[in-house]
């Protein structure tokens, strides 16, 4: 595969996609680029684990690395560490005033199945075999989760994520210490107000954010959650009209600066290219576009930053990145589309792409270890 700057595109194609949005998530700030952090406590590692994201504490000792492996960062009372510790107090107290949706157990799992909600429990808690989050086809489906007290989950236990749910929107708020049994597997961000202990071979995709309280691992796995880079994106052709106001619709794009650097002075360069029997317009003068069946319109845009380097067909566009605008460290830019459906499109789906030039001399981002591979948006 060809490697690609640190940017990739998710469509937010709000077109057919059903749902009720329940709460919001937190603002993490600073600390969305951790994997694993605490504000107040020891960070120790035993054992072969291996994180992706940045790692760190802002006060306590910090031990372990190696023999564990990070690809991130390392920050252990620094001026980042710093400002984490207060995004980690802000992000925890955001979700205390959150209204709940729904008032459960204090035992989840055992092959329960939740919608996208605010859940609220009263005491602490336990996770014990599988549990299933239903994203019910919209893949920017919220659930939060609000445990008063400690939180474990048992051996071998799991969360499944189906129709659209995705970690990066899994969000639990414990009050208390957090124990990840032995060969778990844990998706979303915590975080929590105690210790976060990972026991043997428990995989972590999220984060694990601590107010106070020490981080242990022991030979586990953590990931950090970028942004959803293959969503599978519904749009059958009975939602157009061959003439008429539904036979256009309208979609945006998000592009992603992933891996926290800014763009620099080079121009981004993306194309996007319509299926055969559709037809693409873009304008680099709108400001904001009203989402078709999106629940969020108008959408502000920011069409105005980007130029149209070549437009081969009414199929397709390359667009770059103005002269001195950038992408901001885990920064998000927002695009307008609109689309058509022609009489030459007979079948019932069909596929649209968006691809990021590649930027071999590393002129739109100057931290080589940012790169990541090309991702291409299919399922329209």
């Known amino acids: 595969m060809k490697k690609t700057r640190l940017f990739t595109l998710t469509f937010l194609v709000l077109l057919t996609l059903k749902g009720v949005g329940f709460g919001q998530a937190p603002n993490l700030g600073t600390a969305s680029s951790f994997a694993l952090f605490t504000a107040a406590g020891a960070f120790n590692n035993v054992g ?17 690395f190696p023999p564990g492996i990070v690809t991130g960062q390392i920050h252990v009372a620094d001026p980042v560490s710093v400002q984490a510790a207060i995004d980690v107090e802000l992000a925890y107290n955001s979700l205390s005033p959150l209204a709940c949706g729904s008032v459960i157990g204090t035992t989840l799992g055992n092959g329960q199945l939740l919608n996208p909600n605010v859940y609220c429990l009263g005491a602490a808690s336990t996770l014990n075999g599988s ?13 939060i989760f609000k445990i008063n007290g400690a939180f474990a989950t048992s051996g071998l236990s799991n969360i499944m994520l189906i129709n659209g749910a995705s970690s990066s929107n899994v969000y639990w708020q414990i009050n208390g210490q957090v124990d990840l049994g032995a060969a778990s597997s844990f998706k979303g961000t915590i975080l929590a107000n105690g210790a976060i202990n990972l026991l043997l071979g428990a995989e972590l995709q999220g984060r694990g954010l601590s107010r ?13 959650l970028l942004p959803d880079l293959t969503p599978i994106i519904v749009l059958p052709q009975a939602n157009f009209t061959a003439t008429g106001l539904n036979s256009i619709r309208s979609f945006i794009v998000n592009v992603f ?24 317009a873009y304008s680099n003068v709108l400001t904001s576009i009203n989402v078709s069946g999106g629940v969020d319109s108008p959408v502000l845009v920011d069409n105005t930053k980007w130029s149209v380097m070549s437009n081969p067909s009414d199929r397709q566009y390359t667009l770059k990145l ?7 460290s885990l920064g998000t830019t927002t695009l307008g589309f609109s689309i058509t459906r022609t009489t030459a499109n007979t079948g019932s789906s069909s596929n649209i792409t968006v691809n990021v030039s590649d930027d071999p001399t590393n002129s739109y981002d100057i931290n080589p270890l940012n790169n990541i591979y090309a991702r291409i948006i299919t399922g329209l």
């Open 48 to 64: 072969a684990s291996i994180i992706t994201g940045n790692i760190g504490t802002n006060v306590g000792a910090f031990d372990g």
């Open 131 to 143: 549990l299933t989050l239903d994203g019910q086809g919209n893949p920017n489906a919220l659930f």
């Open 212 to 224: 106070t309280g020490a981080i242990n691992l022991n030979t586990n796995v953590t990931t950090l």
């Open 257 to 280: 600066e992933v891996r926290g650097q800014s763009t620099s002075v080079g121009n981004v360069v993306i194309t996007i290219t319509a299926p055969l029997g559709f037809t693409l």
């Open 322 to 328: 103005n002269a001195g605008q950038v992408i901001s």
